[in-house]
């Protein structure tokens, strides 16, 4: 992993820590993540027992599937797989669920507590297809595990 990754995880690590997992610190860890990595869009997603529920996520407007059963969109196939779900151009997939229709590419990372149970989704899109890589999923799995103990 790339130095500046290590670094930009250790300060998430530092500010989930110092702020602890209520709302306000989830929307900017959300902020954060989306701007180490200049994406478009970033969401956190809670597992209930029948629906993804939106836990927090970046900019001010509402979004279009707050709420959605555990079945649906690439959060569901994540879900399903259990497996990060990196699609390059989301305007092909069937599965896809658009919060926004300017979005091109999409990658879901589930994210899994320390008793090895899927409790969540970090979601980040992009308007540039095939816009993640690698070292975006490998970033995403770290955080998502950084955060994933808020959502349990």
Not at 18 to 24: D, E, L, M, S, V
Not at 32 to 56: G, H, M, N
Not at 139 to 144: D, I
């Amino acid at each position: 992993m790339k130095p500046e990754t290590i670094k930009q995880l250790q300060e998430l690590g530092a500010f989930v820590l110092a702020n602890g997992c209520n709302k306000r610190g989830l929307m900017k860890a959300a902020e954060l993540l989306r701007q180490e990595r200049s994406y478009r869009w970033v969401a956190i997603y809670k597992v209930t027992k029948k629906e993804f529920v939106a836990a927090a996520w970046t900019g001010d407007q509402p979004l279009a599937y707050p709420r959605f059963p555990t079945c649906q969109g690439l959060c569901g196939a994540a879900l399903e797989s259990g497996k990060p779900v990196m699609v390059g151009d989301v305007r092909k997939d069937p599965r896809w669920l658009p919060e926004f229709h300017t979005s091109r590419s999409e990658l879901i990372v589930p994210m899994i507590n320390e008793k090895k149970e899927v409790v969540g989704m970090l979601n980040a899109e992009s308007d540039k297809v095939n816009a993640f890589t690698t070292e975006d999923r490998h970033f995403l799995e770290r955080a998502a595990s950084l955060i994933a103990h808020c959502l349990s």
